[in-house]
């Protein structure tokens, strides 16, 4: 009897590093794929572009074998990278509902708004966080704005302080990506997730994430009302429900 073969990898090194290359590098694909691994890099790697790649490709490779969805992801986004003008016709009809009703809320453009809402579906997965309550949070902080900047420095659509997350930017190529859409959408659910596990709930995190400690209940102006009523919206709008933008 033929001694057992071994499981047939899901993508190679080969198939990772052709997509990968491939794949727009300024909008942080492969650093938001391997989240944390990146951030095992030390300076000598870090300053060494060729060596990084490679061992951002080699972590890949090692997920996307144990990971069949990652491999699926991966060619997702092969598969639609420079194609975005096509994404609302692929997304889930349920997303589609959101993106749809947020572009016109807020009037921006249909097919970024898609981009952007799946891949909050794709860190709320990652993170065990609710997809709807991480585009409230974008909607309410920035209206949707990618480059939106506050007095007090805090950036993009999720409203971080760069100068204080800075660690959690490292991971993404550095704070200058805070204008980033997608990166700065993963930077700002990951704090508010550690605000949310931190303080207990979500009304609590939400608080966290508006001012940090200093913040006590009802000295927030309604930001928490409004983001929770946010996601409540988006949540009905996704069954289909006909909902008011306020």
Known sequence: ????????????????????????????????????????????????????????????????????????????????????????????????????????????????????????????????LDPALILAVAAIESNFNPLAQSEAGAQGLMQTITSIHESRYSRFGGRRNAFNSRINLHVGAEILKACIDMRGSVEAGLLYYLGGGNMVEGSDNGYVAKVLAERDRLAQVATGATVPFN
């Open 1 to 128: 009897m033929e001694p057992e073969q071994p499981a047939r990898r899901t993508m190679n090194r080969e198939a990772v590093v052709a997509i990968t290359r491939r794949l727009a590098r300024a909008a942080g694909v492969l650093l938001v794929m391997i989240g944390a691994t990146a951030s095992a890099i030390g300076l000598t790697v870090a300053s060494n572009a060729d060596l990084r790649e490679s061992i951002e490709i080699d972590a890949l490779v090692w997920l996307a074998d144990r990971y069949p969805s990652l491999s699926r992801r991966l060619a997702l986004l092969d598969n639609t990278a420079g194609a975005s003008k096509d994404r609302m016709a692929t997304l889930p009809s349920t997303q589609a509902r959101m993106a749809n009703w947020l572009a016109q809320k807020y009037r921006v453009g249909k097919e970024p708004l898609a981009e952007l809402v799946e891949e909050a579906h794709h860190i709320g997965e990652y993170l065990r």
